[in-house]
């Protein structure tokens, strides 16, 4: 496993001292926790921007696709 080194606000190291505390849980932990759930988001957000940016991708009418969910 690598170790990497970064500078947080005083404030950030604080929230998550209090969130290892409340959890019983390492600070390195919490932080390997936010930064999966980041990049879980982040790859997410990717992929619906490539399907956005497709020009094959069907698109769909909002009020069309609403009707059709709450009938």
């Not at 879980?40 to 957000?45: A, N």
């Not at 490539?50 to 094959?56: E, K, N």
Request: aromatic share 4%; charged share 40%.
């Amino acid at each position: 496993m690598s170790q990497i080194t970064a500078r947080l606000p005083d404030e950030m190291v604080e929230a998550i001292d209090h969130a290892a505390r409340t959890l019983h849980r390492s600070r390195a932990d919490i932080i390997r926790k936010s930064i999966e759930h980041y990049l879980e988001d982040f790859d997410d957000l990717n992929t619906a921007i490539d399907r956005l940016r497709d020009p094959s991708d069907e698109v769909l009418d909002w009020d069309a696709a609403k009707r059709e969910l709450l009938a």
